[in-house]
T-cell receptor
Framework: SQQGEEDPQALSIQEGENATMNCSYKTSINNLQWYRQNSGRGLVHLILIRSNEREKHSGRLRVTLDTSKKSSSLLITASRAADTASYFCATGPLNTDKLIFGTGTRLQVFP | GAVVSQHPSWVICKSGTSVKIECRSLDFQATTMFWYRQFPKQSLMLMATSNEGSKATYEQGVEKDKFLINHASLTLSTLTVTSAHPEDSSFYIC???????????FGNGTRLTVT
């Protein structure tokens, strides 16, 4: 399977703390994207990092990409209870438009 | 922003019946749409790529005669689960990119329960 793996599978933190999620993938990619899913809903795109980029920021989000290790991390700083959701990385294999999703991290932020 | 509408949001059907799920891009044209399936507390598994005006491309292990996909216009793709069985119960989500290699816009999903 091409599906990537994320760790941890679940993460519980207090409001104000930082949350870090890691993603590993298997094939060469065009880009890597992070999505968020609230329970029972569709996914919302958070951030896209291209294969020639190493780090990207968007608000409280910071994403890194290491193509040599085929890995990425998502850091959410100063977390809020509203950040509680599942987070998925997704990779776009070369020469395709489809996205393959990782196994996901369930983040719980306690107020 | 780009919106993808999926309908119905939930459906309960009896074993042996067929169910059609619609996915519409509301403010952009989508020559390609993707159908995913998600079991509880698991990730999304890509089922197939829906191509406007041509046959869908199915992922390995997905039965094309079981999951019929039609992409008749630039804004509508449908997934029909034929002769549904309880093991088909799942959360089905469609998505579409607004352009090549761009992020996906997701519908809100359809929860299918087969009794």
């Amino acid at each position: 399977s091409q599906q990537g793996e994320e760790d941890p599978q679940a993460l519980s933190i207090q409001e104000g703390e930082n949350a870090t999620m890691n993603c590993s993938y298997k094939t060469s990619i065009n880009n890597l994207q992070w999505y968020r899913q609230n329970s029972g809903r569709g996914l919302v795109h958070l951030i896209l990092i291209r294969s020639n980029e190493r780090e990207k920021h968007s608000g409280r989000l910071r994403v890194t990409l290491d193509t040599s290790k085929k890995s990425s991390s998502l850091l959410i700083t100063a977390s809020r209870a509203a950040d509680t959701a599942s987070y998925f990385c997704a990779t776009g294999p070369l020469n395709t438009d489809k996205l393959i999703f990782g196994t996901g991290t369930r983040l719980q932020v306690f107020p | 922003g780009a919106v993808v509408s999926q309908h119905p949001s939930w459906v309960i059907c009896k074993s042996g019946t067929s169910v059609k799920i619609e996915c519409r891009s509301l403010d952009f044209q989508a020559t390609t749409m993707f159908w995913y399936r998600q079991f509880p507390k698991q990730s999304l598994m890509l089922m197939a790529t829906s191509n406007e005006g041509s046959k869908a491309t199915y992922e390995q292990g997905v039965e094309k005669d079981k999951f019929l996909i039609n992409h008749a216009s630039l804004t509508l793709s449908t997934l029909t689960v034929t002769s549904a069985h309880p093991e088909d119960s799942s959360f089905y989500i469609c998505s579409a990119p607004q352009g090549a290699r761009s992020p996906l816009h997701f519908g809100n999903g359809t929860r299918l329960t087969v009794t």
